[in-house]
């Protein structure tokens, strides 16, 4: 009877043990319950912030590269689908833009992206910017007004343009044909 109750209390002492480890594991189980509910509100809170900074400086730099328009407005979407306000407040889609319009909002966002990329990433932001035939569909203000659009981006010290318009190349600093 003795080895009976010797081998009941080692199993009790087992159960006891195993009892203490799964409280332990449901322990660690809440913790990285609550670690993981703590991620995804810190991911949600960066993704904010970055869509705000985003928002910021697409409009930043549509404002320098189209200074003379003041017929709308753009701003970037949660989804970050870009869109367009008419004066009077109204969402109008991009598509229902010029040519030139629609053109200079891709640039903005393509500089925007990079210039936030850059912060990101710790790296310089970007020294020069390469446009082959960046007039497709401006009308003729639209390409007029494009040389001084691209002096006003100041970030930027070297601009090339690959182009066959006429008034990019009298604008150019340095030629090459």
Request: proline share 3%; aromatic share 8%.
């Amino acid at each position: 009877i003795t080895n009976k109750i010797k081998n009941k209390i080692s199993e009790i002492g087992d159960i006891e043990k195993k009892k203490e480890h799964l409280l332990e594991f449901e322990n660690k189980l809440m913790m990285l319950h609550r670690m993981r509910d703590d991620i995804r509100n810190i991911r949600e809170i960066v993704r904010r912030n970055f869509l705000e900074d985003f928002r910021q400086e697409f409009q930043r730099k549509f404002e320098e590269i189209r200074k003379y328009e003041d017929n709308y407005a753009v701003d970037v979407k949660s989804d970050y689908e870009p869109v367009s306000f008419t004066a009077t407040g109204e969402e109008a889609p991009i598509s229902s833009m010029s040519g030139g319009e629609k053109t200079s909002v891709a640039l903005a966002y393509r500089l925007a992206l990079s210039d936030l990329a850059a912060q990101v990433s710790l790296v310089r932001q970007s020294e020069i910017l390469v446009l082959d035939e960046p007039t497709t569909g401006f009308d003729q203000d639209d390409v007029k007004a494009l040389p001084d659009a691209l002096r006003n981006i100041k970030t930027i010290p070297q601009i090339i343009i690959v182009t066959h318009e006429e008034e990019l190349k009298n604008a150019a600093d340095y030629k090459f044909e």
